[in-house]
Each structure stands twice: as structure tokens, then as C-alpha cells.
């Protein structure tokens, strides 16, 4: 009432901070990406797996430095305006979030699809586009609510995931066998196998665009961020190493990781697995259905958007109009089946964020007076490895990227004329 502006409270430690990266990358692919291994490379797959853990972690490394330096919600939006200004920070927040969007309703599609396995009339025509937009209609009623709420229901929802696969390992330790004879494969298919695990680790950045309702984000960030890239490393070796102890037949068959908790565990296991992976991916939308929201807030926090998206609801303490507008556009990309084509760049636009934020480092670095050597050998080792696999994206992907920034640009013009409430350097 007397015009001071409601701010979200910071009501998140570490243990919540960590379930953001840990669920942006464990969603569909642990459930996959057991049975490619080691169909392409054999009993070698665990330690292919942590090279390529090794590989990832330079990027992740650039962004727990860039984290320990701001406060803010916002992520890669902060860092390309701090490094290179308004209008590079603009385009990583807004294309960042547009791909968010058509990557939910992606995501919620292909949770659907696991669930017909269960119930299979939700793989019937017509009945898929609406139980996604119902999916999606009740993560955004769940974080309407407030982020406690939102970090409790992601903590259930990452418990029933990762249980199973938890059981998975140790029903492994009775299965008589090991790895056996452990052969290298041939470099070419090193080189292939490594773009298989770098997009096992895509999406732990989401956790520092929610940076704002973090008690201590300036340290709790980067070390949820290194601790999670860590652990789901270690996580694929045991999961690989179980689906390699217990069945390595099956890894030619669609749901081989299902098979293989079939062979150990019975009936009941094959269940756990489906339903541990429609949770999975069920988790990873909810956690970015936390983040992006925030992202948008940060944005108005710049001037960057119209400020009705900072509102913030005065009894749930969460910004309700970034909130609702993110779970309505998802909800209708949800509902129409055509949004695939856009959902294809989702990957390569992370990648563009990947390069910003690296880049971001050394250029913030230099303006202070110093750049610390290996700070600058892992930003080149990020953005290599960030354009190697950007390379291989297909010609759509890139026109579907044209034209976000494209529409980002016109965007940038229109709402990004407001001034910022604070300055960058306090951010």
C-alpha cells in the first residue's frame, strides 16, 4: 500500500538449489543413453561416461564463476549485458525463454508417451494434446503457489525417480557379472560417443536463473552446480555399469533400461523403470518451469520487459504474472501438436547461452585488471567443445535460431527502452 515494491523472499539453501541442475540434466536420456553406450562402444561405456563428465566440466566451471558474481535472477541475461551489453544480454534471456516454452510441451508430450505405456488410452488421438495441457496447467498452479511449494514437489518428484534407478544398482551387485574385458574403442567412435554425453549434462543451467530466491546464491550456485555435474557423472557410471552387469542384451530394444529392471527385479521393476522416467521428465519440466518464470522477472527487473511481468503476488511471494504467462503460452504450445519444428532448437540455443556466459568471464576478468590462466583455458575449452557440437546441428535448428533473434531484436527495440532498478555491477 505504501508503494515499496514486494520482492520474492530468498527461501532456498543449497539442498533445494542442487535439485535444479540435478533435475535440468537426469530427464529423459538416463533412461536411453545406458543402452547407446554400450551398444557403440561396449563394456568401455561407464569410463566413456566420465570423459565425458571430464570434458563437460570446464563449462560448468564458467558457469560457477560466473554465478559466484551476482545475486540476481536473471542468469545468462546478467552476464551477456555485464560482458557485452543490454542488447547481447536481451537476446540470451529471450531466446533462452522462447525455446524453454516449445521445450516444455515437447517434454510433457513425450512424458505422456510414457505413461501410455501404463494407461493407454492417453496414447489415443486428441486425448495426448490435452493431458499435456493439463500437465502443464498444474506445474504452473503448483508455482503460482510459492517457491516452497515448488522446491518440496520437486524434491518428491526427484525421490521417485531416482529411487528406482537406485534399486536398479543395487540389484546389479547380485547379478554375478561384471564389466568383463574392457576393450577401447576406436577414436572415430570416441568422437561420436562424446556428442551422446555432452547432451546428457545439457540443462543445469537453469539453476541460476532462479538465483534471486536463493538464501546464499553467490556460493550455494557454483557449488550445487559442480557437486551435480559430479554426481550425475557418477550416477550414469553406476546405472551403466548395472544395465552392462545385469542384461547388455537388451540394448538394442526401445526400452531396454525397463528390460534390463525386468530381468533383475521382476515385473514390479520394468514398473518403477516407466514410471521413474515418466517422473524424470516430469521433474525436468517442473524445474524449468521454476526457473524460466524467474528469468522473465529478472528481465523486467532489467527494463528488459514491461514491468507488469514483475509483479509479485503479495500472499505467495512468487512473481505471479511471469509465472501465469509462462504456463499459459506453454499450455497452448501443449495443446498444438504443430510446435515440433520449433522445439528442434531448443538445444542450439543453449548453446548460444553456453558461448555468452563463457565469453562473459575472461571479458569481466580483464575490465578488474587479470585473467586468471585457467579460467581462460576452460572458457576456450567451453566455447570449442560449445561449437563443436553446435556444428552439428541440422539446417533447421539454425532457422528456427534466426528467427528467435530476429524476433528478439524487433522485441528489444519495443520493451527494452524502460531503465534498469538497479545497476548491472549489483546485480
Known amino acids: 500500500m505504501d508503494g515499496t515494491k514486494i520482492a520474492p523472499p530468498r527461501t532456498v539453501g543449497f539442498w533445494g538449489t542442487s535439485l535444479f541442475p540435478l533435475n535440468g540434466m537426469i530427464g529423459a536420456g538416463i533412461f536411453a543413453l545406458p543402452a547407446v553406450l554400450v551398444a557403440a562402444v561396449g563394456n568401455f561405456a561407464p569410463w566413456m561416461m566420465l570423459v565425458g563428465g571430464i570434458l563437460f566440466l570446464p563449462l560448468a566451471l564458467c558457469y ?94 526427484t525421490a521417485i525417480k531416482l529411487v528406482p534407478l537406485g534399486l536398479l544398482v543395487v540389484s546389479a551387485l547380485f547379478a554375478g557379472s561384471g564389466l ?38 553467490k556460493s550455494d550456485v557454483p557449488l550445487s552446480i559442480v557437486t551435480m555435474v559430479s554426481g550425475v ?59 524460466q ?25 512468487t512473481p505471479f504474472n511471469a509465472i501465469l504467462f509462462y504456463g499459459v503460452v506453454a499450455v497452448l504450445f501443449g495443446l498444438w501438436e504443430g510446435f515440433e ?14 558461448i555468452v556466459t563463457s565469453l562473459a568471464l575472461p571479458v569481466l576478468e580483464h575490465r578488474e585488471g587479470r585473467i586468471v590462466p585457467f579460467h581462460l583455458f576452460c572458457v576456450i575449452f567451453a566455447v570449442g567443445s560449445s561449437l563443436f557440437i553446435s556444428v552439428q546441428a541440422q539446417a533447421q535448428a539454425w532457422l528456427v535460431l534466426g528467427g528467435f533473434i530476429a524476433a528478439g531484436t524487433l522485441l528489444y527495440f519495443i520493451a527494452a527502452r524502460q531503465q534498469p532498478e538497479y545497476p548491472i555491477d549489483e546485480a
Open 233 to 291: 557423472t557418477l550416477l550414469y557410471m553406476a546405472i551403466i555399469w548395472a544395465f552392462i552387469a545385469i542384461g547388455p542384451e537388451f540394448a538394442g530394444e526401445n526400452n531396454a533400461l525397463a528390460g534390463v529392471a525386468g530381468a533383475s527385479m521382476g515385473q514390479i521393476g520394468s514398473l518403477a523403470i516407466v514410471i521413474a522416467a515418466s517422473f524424470s521428465i516430469g521433474a525436468n519440466n517442473f524445474a524449468s518451469g521454476v526457473a
Open 180 to 217: 568383463g574385458d574392457v576393450a577401447l574403442p576406436q577414436f572415430s567412435e570416441v568422437e561420436t560417443v562424446i556428442l551422446l554425453t555432452f547432451y546428457a549434462f545439457i540443462g543445469f543451467e537453469g539453476v541460476v536463473e532462479a538465483a534471486g530466491e536463493f538464501k546464499n546464491p
Open 341 to 354: 519444428v520449433l522445439a528442434v532448437a531448443g538445444t542450439l540455443v543453449r548453446l548460444v547461452t553456453y
Open 293 to 317: 518464470p524467474r528469468l522473465m522477472y529478472g528481465m523486467a527487473e532489467r527494463g528488459m520487459l514491461p514491468r507488469w511481468f514483475e509483479y509479485v503476488h503479495p500472499r505467495f511471494l
Open 64 to 157: 560457477a564463476w560466473m554465478a559466484s558474481r551476482f545475486e540476481h535472477s536473471g542468469g545468462s541475461v546478467l552476464y551477456g549485458e555485464a560482458a557485452f551489453g543490454r542488447f547481447v544480454g536481451f537476446q540470451a534471456g529471450w531466446a533462452r525463454y522462447a525455446s524453454a516454452i516449445v521445450t516444455a510441451a515437447a517434454n510433457m508430450h513425450v512424458m505422456i508417451a510414457y505413461l501410455a505405456a501404463i494407461f493407454p488410452w492417453l496414447g489415443e488421438p486428441g486425448v495426448t494434446p490435452i493431458a499435456a495441457g493439463i500437465g502443464l496447467a498444474l506445474i504452473t498452479i503448483v508455482n503460482l503457489y510459492g517457491m516452497r511449494a515448488s522446491v518440496g514437489t520437486l524434491g518428491v518428484m
